[in-house]
């Protein structure tokens, strides 16, 4: 059974940084593309930040500079670091796992986790 568990959200204050993890199980960890994505309330799911499976990433322009994302192919693990953080980035998190290549595309992605809730206040 797949599954992609995440961790690390909360509430802080703008300028504060919070740190996301994605634990996974059920699948080749190590052959998959992952990425993390965001959704906030009334907008669409988008991709902010993937991470093949050789350790490339790619990031959306809002998030570039601030985010960083990385992956631990030993403990099944993707990451997200998240600093400088801005209202705008309140959502809530994604990672996903993807078979179709290295995307920040919803449709590039063939497994979700639940969510993990991040709010940041001005």
């Known amino acids: 059974q797949v599954q992609l568990v995440e961790s690390g959200g909360g509430s802080v204050q703008a300028g504060g940084s919070l740190r996301l993890s994605c634990v996974t199980s059920?699948?080749?960890?190590?052959?998959?593309?992952v990425g993390w994505f965001r959704q906030a309330p009334g907008k669409e799911r988008e991709g902010i930040t993937t991470?093949?499976?050789?350790?490339?990433?790619r990031y959306t322009d809002s998030v570039k500079g601030r985010f960083t994302t990385s992956r631990d192919n030993g403990k099944r693990s993707l990451y997200l670091q998240m600093n400088s953080l801005k209202p705008e980035d309140s959502a809530m998190y994604y990672c996903?796992?993807?078979?179709?290549?290295?995307?920040?595309?919803?449709?590039?992605?063939?497994?979700w986790g639940q969510g993990t809730q991040v709010t940041v206040s001005s």
């Open positions: 996903a796992a993807g078979g179709s290549g290295y995307t920040l595309k919803r449709n590039g992605y063939n497994y």
């Open positions: 059920g699948f080749t960890f190590s052959d998959y593309c």
């Open positions: 991470i093949d499976t050789s350790g490339t990433t």
